[in-house]
């Protein structure tokens, strides 16, 4: 395993391990969920240079664009959750509930 497979591994396994044990605020998990993208996008973007494909150079570009879709979203979720509930705390929010 070369150091850069074993930075973006180390990369996603921390972003989900924060998101597995801190989960108390929404931001937080946000931004576990935006770094276990961007090591992905780090991932993907090594991989074809590595193999010498120029056949997936428009993945990394796809990845990236998913993951600013995925950041918006969850701005605007935690801004409607911050409205309506007055704080990001998860354990306030409650699905069930109308």
């Given at each position: 395993m070369t150091l850069s497979h074993f930075s973006f591994c180390?990369?996603?396994f921390l972003g989900l391990?924060?998101?597995?044990f801190h989960?108390?605020?929404?931001l937080s998990a946000l931004l576990c969920l935006e770094g276990m993208m961007l090591s992905l996008y780090v991932g993907i973007s090594i991989w074809?240079?590595?193999t010498l494909s120029l056949s997936l150079s428009l993945t990394?570009?796809?990845?990236l664009t998913f993951s600013?879709?995925?950041a918006s979203t969850g701005l605007a979720l935690l801004v409607a959750a911050t409205r309506t509930h007055g704080a990001d705390k998860l354990h306030n929010l409650n699905?069930?509930?109308c």
């Open positions: 180390s990369a996603f391990t924060g998101l597995a989960r108390t605020h929404l074809p240079m590595q990394p570009m796809l990845m600013a879709c995925e699905l069930l509930q």
